[in-house]
Nanobody, 124 residues
Framework: QVQLVESGGGLVQAGGSLRLSCAAS????????MGWFRQAPGKEREFVAA????????FDADSVKGRFTISRDNAKNTVYLQMNSLKPEDTAIYYC?????????????????WGQGTQVTISS
């Protein structure tokens, strides 16, 4: 019933930019948080950024602060991740997630639904 679909991944050179999108459907929460996570080969899933859909409060990981920006479009039920000044260490599969919460959450186990992921590869 709930569906989260990421898009916008691809291959880009270091220093370049990408914008990821996550289109949500079927969510019945009266309040929820949306999050972006990433996972590189052989690594654990890592928090990137999150926002409360209800009030727009956001929180970013230190590793991406100043480079990545999470935002939303209420009319399109879509959350975005604008990624600038990309580095090779940003290479990973990026996932969006949704969970019932009033404020942004930073742990994967605080989310109930996940998208399929989109690959981001940064060349050096």
């Amino acid at each position: 019933q709930v569906q989260l679909v990421e898009s916008g991944g691809g291959l880009v050179q270091a220093g370049g930019s990408l914008r990821l999108s996550c289109a949500a459907s079927g969510l019945t929460f009266s309040r929820y948080t949306m999050g972006w996570f990433r996972q590189a080969p052989g690594k654990e899933r890592e928090f990137v950024a999150a926002m409360s859909w209800s009030n727009g409060i956001t929180f970013d990981a230190d590793s991406v602060k100043g480079r990545f920006t999470i935002s939303r479009d209420n009319a399109k039920n879509t959350v975005y991740l604008q990624m600038n000044s990309l580095k090779p260490e940003d290479t990973a599969i990026y996932y969006c997630a949704a969970g019932a919460a009033w404020l942004p959450r930073r742990r994967p186990d605080e989310y109930d639904y996940w998208g399929q992921g989109t690959q981001v590869t940064i060349s050096s």
